[in-house]
């Protein structure tokens, strides 16, 4: 599956930016998704995910009450609305795709497919 993020940008702190991630190739019900973000000098981190339903997500502490994931699978698109942005929230952020076969996860190296990823900058 061929992973395409967008709606990165420069946000000034306590604002609000939407990233979408449009899958192709194959059927986007089939996978989990998820969004990870890696700031300069770090390790990539899981951010959010979601079951291939939507049914169960997942947030990483610093984000939980800020961003919300969402999937419409009749898009084939996975989308994280993210408020409240703060400094600390600047990275590269990256959409993954993970095989429904297993469960949904929030570690990197169980998911299969990656978007190329889109910059988000929070300015203070």
């Known amino acids: 599956v061929q992973l395409q993020a967008s709606g990165g940008g420069l946000v000034q702190a306590g604002g609000s930016l939407r990233l979408s991630c449009t899958a192709s190739?194959?059927?986007?019900?089939?996978?989990?998704m998820g969004w990870f973000r890696q700031a300069p000098g770090k390790e990539r981190d899981v951010v959010a995910t979601i079951s291939w339903s939507g049914g169960i997500t997942y947030y990483t502490n610093s984000v939980k009450g800020r961003f919300t994931i969402s999937r419409d699978n009749a898009k084939n698109t996975v989308v994280l609305q993210m408020n409240s942005l703060k400094p600390e929230d600047t990275a590269v952020y990256y959409c993954a795709a993970k095989l429904k076969y297993s469960g949904a996860s929030s570690y990197k190296e169980e998911y299969d497919y990656w978007g190329q990823g889109t910059l988000v900058t929070v300015s203070s």
């Open positions: 190739g194959r059927t986007f019900s089939d996978y989990h």
